[in-house]
C-alpha cells in the first residue's frame, strides 16, 4: 500500500486498522465507539494510541505473524528491535528496558563504573525526575550545570574536572550526562558544536560519555544533525520507546558490546527484566520503520501552517530558541476554551491554554501528516472567527 492510500485507509477505517497503519492515534472521542477520527493532536510527541487502537495493533501484528515471543526480556521481537536500533544509532549492541529511567541509570552506572561523580544538566530528566536514583541506588554523586540552560561549555566542564580531582579527597568525573533535547526546556537542544568539544575532551581524559536521547528522533528536521552524528559522541545512548514510537512502555541503551553485553543481569539485579517485553517491542518496531521520513514530512507541514497563520493578524507562533518540535501559539481576540471547542469541532485536538494566559504549548507530532497544512491553517483561522 503507497503512503497516499495509506493515508486515506487511516481516516475511513477501524480504530484497529488506524493503529496499525501508522493511524491517527485519536485522542478525542470517535464518530462511534472504536471507531476514531484522524484526530490532529496539538499536543505530545507521539500518536497517543488508545487502549482500542494499541490492542488492535497488536492483533494485526500478530495476525501478519510479526510478533516473535521473548523470555524475561530476551529474543524475539525485543532482540530484533535491540538489533534496528543498535544499527540506526551506530552502535556494538542495544538493550532493551522497561523505562529510561532505569535505562539513564545504568548507563551511568556502568560507565562510572560504580564509583566516581557525574557531570549533569541542572535542567535534564536524570537530574530533576529520577528520584536522585544516581546518588541513592548506585552511590554516585551528581553535579548540575548550567541552570536554566540546555547547554553547558567546555570550559564549565573542565572547570568542574580539576575542582574534583584537586580535593583533598581525589573524587574524579567519571561520567558526563547530557540530554538532547531538554524536556524541561520546551525541548531545547544542546549546543552542537559544543557538543563535539565537551565529547573530544571527555574521551582525551577518560571520562564516560551518556546521551539522554529519549527524544533524540525529533530532532534533525530542526537541526540538520542526523540521529547517527549525535550517537557518534556519546559512549552510550537512551532511546525512548513510548514518547514517539507509541510503545505502551520502554527505553533501548545502545553503547559498545564491552559494556552491554551482561547488562541484562544487572537489568534483572534492579527488577527490570520484563518476562515479557513482545507488547512494547512489536508496538515500538512497527513505527520505527519509516518513522524519520514521517515525521520530517509532518514538520514540514507544520512549517506551512506556521506561515500561513503568521500572515494573519491575531496569531503569532513563539518559536523557542535552538528548538524542536515545540511552540508557543498566541491567539488574540478569542475566548481560549471557545477556540478550542471549535478546533475539537474539526478534529484538531488543541491542549488546555497555559496557566498564566500566554497561549498554547504546541507539538508537532506525525498526526500533522492527516490533514493537509492548508487546511489546518484555515480550521485555526476559522475558528478564531468565531
Known amino acids: 500500500m503507497n503512503d497516499i492510500d495509506r493515508r486515506n485507509f487511516l481516516m475511513m477505517s477501524s480504530a484497529g486498522a488506524a493503529a496499525l497503519g501508522l ?28 487502549p482500542a487502537e494499541y490492542a488492535a495493533c497488536l492483533g494485526q501484528l500478530a495476525a501478519e505473524d510479526k510478533i516473535e515471543p521473548d523470555y524475561y526480556s530476551r529474543g524475539g521481537s525485543v532482540e530484533d528491535l535491540e538489533r534496528r536500533m543498535a544499527e540506526l544509532l551506530g552502535k556494538e549492541r542495544a538493550v532493551f ?15 562510572a563504573g560504580e564509583e566516581g561523580r557525574v557531570l549533569l544538566q541542572e535542567e535534564s530528566h536524570l ?54 533535547p531538554v524536556r524541561r526546556l520546551w525541548q531545547q537542544t544542546f549546543d552542537f558544536d559544543e557538543m563535539k568539544k565537551v565529547s ?13 536521547g529519549a527524544r533524540l528522533f525529533l530532532a534533525p528536521p530542526y537541526t540538520g544533525v542526523r540521529v547517527e552524528e549525535y550517537a557518534a559522541l ?45 507488547a512494547f517491542a512489536a508496538v515500538a518496531g512497527h513505527y520505527l520503520e519509516g518513522f524519520s521520513d514521517r515525521f520530517q514530512e509532518a514538520v514540514n507541514g507544520s512549517e506551512e501552517v506556521f506561515k500561513r497563520l503568521e500572515q494573519q493578524s491575531g496569531f503569532e507562533i513563539e518559536r523557542v530558541p535552538d528548538g524542536t ?7 488574540a481576540g478569542t475566548d481560549a476554551q471557545q477556540f478550542r471547542r471549535k478546533l475539537a469541532e474539526r478534529n484538531i485536538d488543541l ?35 468565531g
Open 325 to 331: 518540535n515545540v511552540s508557543k501559539l498566541k491567539v
Open 234 to 278: 556519546f559512549d552510550t545512548v537512551y532511546i525512548s520507546l513510548w514518547k514517539y514510537f507509541n510503545a505502551g512502555s520502554g527505553a533501548i541503551l545502545a553503547g559498545p558490546s564491552a559494556l552491554l553485553d551482561e547488562m541484562f543481569h544487572t537489568r534483572r539485579m534492579y527488577g527490570g527484566s520484563l518476562p515479557y517485553g513482545w
Open 351 to 385: 491542549p488546555e491554554p497555559l496557566a498564566d494566559g500566554t497561549g498554547f504549548k504546541i507539538q508537532v507530532n506525525e498526526s500533522w501528516r492527516f490533514q493537509a497544512p492548508e487546511w489546518l491553517a484555515e480550521a485555526l483561522i476559522e475558528a478564531r472567527a
Open 200 to 212: 573530544t575532551f571527555a574521551h582525551d581524559v577518560g571520562i564516560g560519555m551518556h546521551l539522554d
Open 97 to 111: 528496558f522497561p523505562t529510561g529511567t532505569l535505562a539513564n541509570q545504568l548507563a551511568v552506572r556502568v560507565l
Open 127 to 180: 537530574y530533576n525526575d529520577s528520584g536522585d536514583c544516581c546518588q541513592r541506588l548506585s552511590n554516585l554523586p551528581v553535579i548540575g550545570l548550567a541552570p536554566g540552560e540546555a547547554t553547558f561549555s567546555l570550559e564549565q566542564v573542565q572547570a568542574e574536572v580539576e575542582r574534583a580531582a584537586s580535593g583533598r579527597v581525589s573524587t574524579p568525573i567519571r561520567v558526563i550526562g547530557i540530554e538532547c
Open 23 to 50: 493511524g491517527s492515534g485519536a485522542a478525542g472521542a470517535g464518530e462511534t465507539e472504536g471507531r476514531p477520527s484522524p484526530v490532529v493532536r496539538f499536543h505530545g510527541d507521539g500518536l497517543g494510541l488508545t
